[in-house]
C-alpha cells in the first residue's frame, strides 16, 4: 500500500468510526413521546405507584398492542377522572407507538418491593400453576413469552386488572379468557398476592 492509499484508508476508517458512533447516539435516544409517560410510569419504566403498572421490559409486541388497544378503544383506560391511557394514546402515530414499545422493551424491569399475604401467595401459586403457567411462563416474569410480565407488579393494579378479565370487562385471547372468567375474587385476590410475592 503507497502512502496516498493508507491515508485514504484510514481517513475512511475514521469516517466509518465516526457514523457508527452517530447511529448509536440516534438509538439511545429516548422517542420525544416518552416524556408524557415517565411521570407516571418512572424515568425508566418502573412504578413507584400502586396503581400504575411498570412498563419496562415487556416485550415490544405486547406494549405496542397495549397502546393500539387505548387509542383504537379495545382497552378501557380505567383512571375515572384522567382516563390518561386514553388521553395519552389519542395523538399517537403508529410508528411513534412502535418505538416507544421498543424504547420501554430496552429497559430493565424490576419488581415492586411491596408486602403480601404468604398464605394468599401460596394458594395464588397453585391457581397460577394449573390455569395461567403455560403461558405466563416463569411465575409470569418471563417477557419473552408475549404474555407481558405480571410478576413484582403493584397489588393495587393487579387486582383491579385481573377483576376486569374475570368479569369479562376487557378484551383477551380466548384461550385465557376460559381460565380466568368465572374466578371467585378470593382467587382474583391469591392470584395477586402470588404476583406481588415476586421481589
Ligand atoms: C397520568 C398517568 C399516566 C401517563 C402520563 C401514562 N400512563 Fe400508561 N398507564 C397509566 C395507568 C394508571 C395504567 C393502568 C390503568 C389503565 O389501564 O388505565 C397505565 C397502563 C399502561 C400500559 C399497560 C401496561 C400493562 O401491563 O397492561 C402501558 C403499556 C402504558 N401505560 C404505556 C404508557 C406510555 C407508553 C405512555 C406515554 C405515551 C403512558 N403510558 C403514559 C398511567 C399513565
Ligand atoms: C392461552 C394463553 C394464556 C392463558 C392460559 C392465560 N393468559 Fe393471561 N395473557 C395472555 C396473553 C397473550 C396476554 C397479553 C396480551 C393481551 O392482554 O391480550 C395476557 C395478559 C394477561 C394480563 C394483563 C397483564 C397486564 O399487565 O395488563 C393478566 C393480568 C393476565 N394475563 C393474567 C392471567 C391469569 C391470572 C391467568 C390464569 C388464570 C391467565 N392470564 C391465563 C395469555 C394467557
Given at each position: 500500500m503507497n502512502k496516498r492509499m493508507l491515508g485514504i484508508s484510514i481517513f475512511s476508517m475514521a469516517v466509518a468510526v465516526v457514523s457508527f458512533a452517530l447511529v448509536d447516539e440516534a438509538r439511545s435516544e429516548p422517542p420525544g413521546a416518552a416524556k408524557m409517560c415517565q411521570g407516571c410510569h418512572g424515568q425508566?419504566?418502573?412504578?413507584?405507584?400502586?396503581t400504575v403498572p411498570s412498563i419496562?421490559?415487556?416485550s415490544a409486541f405486547v406494549h405496542a398492542d397495549y397502546l393500539y388497544a387505548y387509542r383504537d378503544g379495545?382497552?378501557?383506560?380505567?383512571?375515572?377522572?384522567?382516563k390518561a391511557m386514553c388521553t395519552m394514546t389519542a395523538k399517537l402515530t403508529d410508528e411513534q407507538i412502535e418505538e416507544l414499545a421498543e424504547y420501554f422493551a430496552g429497559m430493565l424491569y424490576r419488581p415492586a418491593e411491596q408486602d403480601f399475604d404468604a398464605d394468599k401467595a401460596a394458594m395464588g401459586a397453585a391457581i397460577h400453576d394449573e390455569k395461567?403457567?403455560?403461558?405466563?411462563t416463569d411465575g409470569g416474569s418471563n417477557p419473552d413469552d408475549d404474555?407481558?410480565?405480571?410478576?413484582?407488579?403493584?397489588l393495587p393494579y393487579m387486582k383491579l386488572s385481573l377483576s376486569q378479565f374475570a368479569s369479562d370487562e376487557r378484551e383477551q385471547p380466548g384461550a385465557m379468557q376460559r381460565k380466568i372468567v368465572g374466578l371467585s375474587e378470593a382467587d382474583v385476590e391469591a392470584l395477586a398476592h402470588y404476583y406481588a410475592s415476586q421481589q
Open positions: 425508566d419504566g418502573v412504578s413507584s405507584k400502586d419496562a421490559g415487556i379495545a382497552r378501557t383506560c380505567t383512571d375515572p377522572k384522567t395461567c403457567g403455560k403461558c405466563h404474555a407481558s410480565i405480571l410478576a413484582g407488579q403493584w
